[in-house]
């Protein structure tokens, strides 16, 4: 069975404190690593794919990594309107053609101004 | 805005009622995909259309079903309802196959049960 764990579950930092999240994933054969933010009361809004060891991908503060056993999201210089519920998602085999995806429980990031 | 739509945003019913969720594509996805949200158990994927054809399930109860119209539209009907399954409830879209494989998800229905 895939599974995510993304820690820690709440971080806060003052603007301008950079961090990172985790993301530890357990899948046979990873197809992709996703990452979202999530709002409260709202949809998920998709961040980053990530398919490969070495890979990484840049978004405004943002930067992603991924190695053979976890991700990490890199938050550079955070503002309070990077406050969010960051969530960690993998794809594996086991989806099929289906491509699913299962997610972990999330991390919450206050950035306090 | 991710092009997703889901109708309503809201929906507050009692036990033991039946109801129906809505959800649009992006348009020309083919996929679409329901999610169930809960604070205790996270996202958890329920089922899975393709061109209006089941392919997958999930943690999805035989109390829920779905379906994938001609248009694409899909819609989740949630029956014999428990207090238990108020949540938020979200549909994605992904392109397909030859698409990639990110699923964009619409802003959700909160389901409440009393």
């Known amino acids: 069975e895939d599974q995510v764990t993304q820690s820690p579950e709440a971080l806060r930092l003052q603007e301008g404190e950079s961090s990172s999240l985790n993301c530890s994933y357990t899948?046979?054969?990873?197809?992709?690593l996703f990452w979202y933010r999530q709002d409260p009361g709202k949809g998920p809004e998709f961040l980053f794919t990530l398919y490969s060891a070495g890979e990484e991908k840049e978004k405004e503060r943002l930067k992603a990594t991924l190695t053979k056993k976890e991700s990490f999201l890199h938050i550079t210089a955070p503002k309070p309107e990077d406050s969010a519920t960051y969530l960690c998602?993998?794809?594996?085999?086991?989806?099929?053609?289906?491509?699913?995806?299962?997610f972990g429980s999330g991390t919450q990031l206050t950035v306090l101004p | 805005d991710s092009g997703v739509t889901q109708t309503p945003k809201h929906l507050i019913t009692a036990t033991g009622q039946r109801v129906t969720l809505r959800c649009s594509p992006r348009?020309?996805?083919?996929?679409v995909y329901w999610y169930q949200q809960s604070l205790d158990q996270g996202l958890q994927f329920l089922i899975h259309?393709?061109?209006?054809?089941?392919?997958a399930k999930g943690n999805i109860l035989e109390r829920f079903s779905a379906q994938q119209f001609p248009d694409l539209h899909s819609e989740l009907n949630l029956s014999s309802l428990e207090l238990g399954d108020s949540a938020l409830y979200f549909c994605?879209?992904?392109?397909?196959?030859?698409?990639?494989?990110?699923?964009?998800f619409g802003p959700g229905t909160r389901l409440t049960v009393l």
């Open positions: 259309y393709y061109n209006g054809e089941e392919r």
């Open positions: 994605a879209s992904r392109a397909g196959t030859g698409g990639t494989d990110t699923q964009y």
């Open positions: 998602a993998v794809q594996g085999p086991r989806s099929g053609s289906a491509r699913q995806l299962t």
């Open positions: 899948v046979s054969g990873l197809r992709g």
């Open positions: 348009s020309g996805d083919l996929s």
